[in-house]
């Protein structure tokens, strides 16, 4: 990686968690009604974004994301206006029109599917895009994201299922972002396997892990495996091991963990930049100070637009033709 794109992958990570703790302080005064989010999760999320190709059509990636890839959505190109509006409930938000949660993005323009609020039901949906994909030719790809809670419902299985049937095998690259709990079930309770990943072994199908907290192991993971889907037409399975910084949600509290009790991805990666002389400790505070400045701003501004009225609740349901 070169200087550049080190530093390119701080800035991303410096707006992500901005604008993730914005959407958190909104969920507390009343600017919005629920957070959810991927605070802990951006040395992976934005490296996956970054070597994603978004466009609209089977010539390009499609995506089933779940509700912690906001850095993923923000790396591609998102303005992070965009998920203030969503979760200030306005009309201008371009995912749902202001009705759905944050961090439920939908954009046709880049193949991003709909989030669904169901946790794992993007499961189903993937290997259908993927097997389009397959049948129109080229190297666009399928992404699917969950955690590892959804593993333990029947949809995980029946996606791994679809996209490896012999002679259907589909690129598609399934990925579990462990953080070690459900809502407040931990791992330990709930999974009999030690690693996730190997369950890809079942279905006959390419897995791997990876250290989700660390930047340059998961580019390199994400450029490896994403070559492999594109050219093989197969699909793989990824886990990455990343950390939950603020809980489950706002119904849990939303509040910071202790100090120390979970790694933060990016003081992991400031360290490191620090230590490789491409940046100071002050610089980066000033960086961070300023940003959360531009989102307070943004919100703002947001709060000026207009508010989603009646007559377009059944808007963004279904397509119109
Ligand atoms: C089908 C379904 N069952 C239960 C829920 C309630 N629910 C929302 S998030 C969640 C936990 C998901 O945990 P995990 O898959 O590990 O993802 P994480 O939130 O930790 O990233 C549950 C059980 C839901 N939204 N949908």
Not at 10 to 29: A, G, N, P, V, W
Request: hydrophobic content about 35%; overall charge negative; glycine content about 10%.
């Amino acid at each position: 990686m070169d200087k550049a794109l080190k530093l390119k992958i701080l800035d991303l990570m410096i707006t992500s968690r901005c604008m993730e703790e914005r959407l958190i302080k909104m969920s507390k005064s009343a600017d919005g009604f629920f957070w959810l989010g991927g605070p802990g999760e951006e040395a992976f999320n934005i490296p996956l974004g970054l070597l994603a190709r978004p466009g609209q059509g089977l010539d390009y990636d499609y995506f089933h994301f779940h509700y912690r890839n906001g850095a993923t959505m923000l790396a591609m190109g998102m303005d992070p206006k965009d998920e203030i509006r969503q979760m200030n409930n306005r009309a201008t938000d371009p995912f749902s029109g202001g009705r759905n949660f944050c961090n439920h993005y939908a954009r046709y323009e880049w193949n991003v599917v709909p989030v669904t609020s169901t946790i794992q039901t993007q499961w189903l949906v993937a290997p259908g895009t993927a097997r389009a994909q397959k049948r129109h030719g080229g190297d666009g790809i399928t992404i699917v994201t969950c955690g590892d809670a959804g593993t333990a419902e029947g949809d995980f299985h029946i996606g791994l299922n679809w996209a490896t049937q012999p002679g259907h095998e589909s690129p598609v690259l399934f990925i579990i972002t462990n953080n070690q709990y459900g809502i407040s079930t931990p791992y330990e309770q709930v999974h009999g396997t030690r690693t996730l990943a190997s369950m890809g072994a079942g279905y006959g199908m390419e897995y791997g892990e990876v250290d989700g907290t660390d930047v340059e192991a998961s580019y390199a993971k994400l450029q490896e495996v994403m070559a492999y889907v594109r050219k093989e037409r197969k699909p793989f399975l990824l886990e990455a091991h990343v950390t939950r910084l603020y809980g489950h949600s706002s119904s849990s509290g939303a509040n910071r963990v202790p100090e120390g009790s979970e790694q933060d991805p990016i003081e992991t990666w400031l360290k490191k930049l620090i230590k490789q002389k491409l940046i100071t400790r002050e610089a980066y505070e000033e960086k961070f100070k300023a940003e959360v400045q531009r989102m307070n701003q943004l919100l703002a501004e947001v709060k000026q637009e207009p508010e989603p009225t009646g007559d377009s609740i059944y808007q963004h349901i279904f397509k119109e033709v």
